[in-house]
């Protein structure tokens, strides 16, 4: 009688041991292939190459009094630029 209810147990066990084991073997792969999509995508990815944009700063005001234009600096490190003629007149 005992045999009789050891064989089941047995087959059952022995699937149970199947089962586990071919589980833990497909989550290796799977872990093993998203590590690895996921390291082609940080290559491949655009936002590793981040260009930092160039904020606009205010450093100055400009103003008209009659036929006169005054420019009054808040940031004086741009005083030498501006004796130097490097700035650009933008129309809106």
Known sequence: MSLDLL????????LVIYLIYTRNKFEKNIVKMYEQKFENWKENSQSNNEKKKVCK??????????????????????????????YKIKDK
């Open 7 to 14: 064989i089941p147990f047995g087959i059952l066990f022995v």
């Open 57 to 86: 700063e205010l450093v100055g005001i400009i103003y008209k009094e009659e036929y006169n234009i005054t420019i009054e600096l808040i940031d004086e490190s741009v005083r030498r630029n501006l004796q130097q003629g490097k």
